[in-house]
């Protein structure tokens, strides 16, 4: 069953936070990780064990201290108005129809040969 971890981390920098993600992302049966440098929290959701992820923290450098262990947020449901929405058609090209000129007006690229002087003024032995 899926939970959701919620930890309060102190992290100052985003060096801090690269290394937390690295020290949590390894566990097994981690399905998602959210990381609030503004509130200093740790979100976990998946099968990880709690335990595990604090003491992942910790060798981190990082104290961990818990705010909530509990089931994921539901999903939220979408709303009546969005599915009522007509698609957008796209418009139909036609092979017949001719497209604009822009889209194949071929790039000119001019390469110049190199220069060859009959004496030069210095040699290589």
Not at 12 to 23: M, Q
Not at 61 to 66: D, I, M, N, P
Not at 105 to 122: D, F, G, R, V
């Amino acid at each position: 069953m899926a939970q959701r971890t919620v930890l309060k981390v102190d992290i100052t920098c985003l060096k801090c936070k690269k290394k937390l993600l690295k020290a949590v992302t390894g566990l097994e049966g981690v399905d998602k990780i959210e990381v609030d440098a503004a509130k200093g929290t740790l979100t976990v959701t998946g099968n990880a064990d709690p335990y595990e992820i604090i003491v992942r923290c910790r060798k981190a450098g990082k104290f961990a201290e818990v705010v909530t262990v509990g089931p994921p947020p539901a999903p939220t449901k979408p709303k009546e108005d969005d599915k009522k929405k007509p698609e957008e058609k796209k418009p139909v090209v036609q092979k017949d129809q001719q497209l604009p000129n822009y889209m194949y007006q071929p790039q000119i690229i001019m390469i110049q040969p190199p220069c060859y002087e009959p004496n030069p003024s210095c040699s290589i032995m």
